[in-house]
């Protein structure tokens, strides 16, 4: 039995060969598995899931494919594409999961999430995204015409670039503290997730107990899973 988990893909048009990394995954490994979780930031940036792009109706295409062929398939939104929603999952067959999420992976619980959440220590960071999560903006945001949205998106995407080469890289990091909250507020001792890019496996101890914490790579330099 296997379960995949991937995280940090950063899809997009004008990034072909992940892209093709990512066909050849879900044709030669994830076909084969019991289920696949996908911990956000699929997308460099996800506008909506009326795209009327070749590109989204591919990438569609292909989890549409695996769920057919019965790959349970979840997913959980990142910070580039907390757009993603229940129009995606319909054509798609997949499972939009909480933020934060707990499975049981083979009789041992574990806690699923992106990992943005866990980086408190970036304040502004985590004021922009309490902003982009009210129900009210995105509301407003997928009605409006959608080059209208990109024009936007691409602005934004421009910020965030500008931002992050002025900030320390501990502060984009996790905050160990939230860390062991949310694993005791779950009461589990696994934790997986992707958003820092600083792929890796953490042993700790909560409470007295030993702790475990896997960090998911992102598919710039190589497709980890």
Known sequence: ??????????????????????????????IHADALYVLGDLFEFWIGDDDPSPFAAQIKQEFLTLTQRGVDTYFIQGNRDFLLGKRFCK?????????????????????????????????????????????WLQWLFNRLPFFTRQRIANKIQGDIKEVKSSKSLDIMDVNQNEVEALLRETGTDLMIHGHTHRPGTHEFSVQGQPATRIVLGDWYQQAQY
């Open 1 to 30: 039995m296997t379960t995949l988990f991937i995280s940090d893909l950063h899809l997009s048009p004008q990034l072909p060969k992940t892209t093709d990394c990512f066909v050849k995954f879900m044709r030669e490994e994830a």
């Open 91 to 135: 054509a798609t067959g997949i499972t939009l999961l909480d933020e934060h999420t707990v499975i049981d992976l083979y009789g041992k619980k574990a806690v699923i999430l992106h990992g943005d959440t866990l980086c408190t220590d970036d304040v502004r960071y985590q004021k922009f995204r309490a902003k982009v999560h009210m129900p």
